[in-house]
């Protein structure tokens, strides 16, 4: 199995030249439960996941009854940057502290 994090290009003509972000051996069993260790640091903040199965053990169709996955749900945060931007500065609306008595002319 192949997992892709955040690809919104994938499609079957190319994802077998693509590198997926880890890649695991499945093991073929008949009834039971198989937990497959997972780079964690790779999939920290993620959005979408896409599996692949290149592989059916030998025959033409394979069923996946259940696929789960485990980790912490963190809602995706959004917000809009507020900028101000002056484009004519007035320079009394922005108070500067005396440096002393120093005085500096700009020209």
Partial sequence: ????????????????SMTPSQEWDLQEINNGVLE???????????HSVDLH???TFGSDQCEI???GLKGEYSERQR?????????RPVPGDHKVPDMHGARYDVS
């Fill in 1 to 16: 199995m192949r997992a892709f994090i955040n690809r919104d290009d994938l499609d079957f003509a190319s994802i077998a």
């Fill in 36 to 46: 497959y260790p997972t780079q964690v640091a790779k999939f920290n903040g993620i």
């Fill in 53 to 55: 199965f290149p592989t």
């Fill in 65 to 67: 009854h259940f696929i």
């Fill in 79 to 87: 917000r809009a940057v507020e900028a101000v931007y002056e484009a």
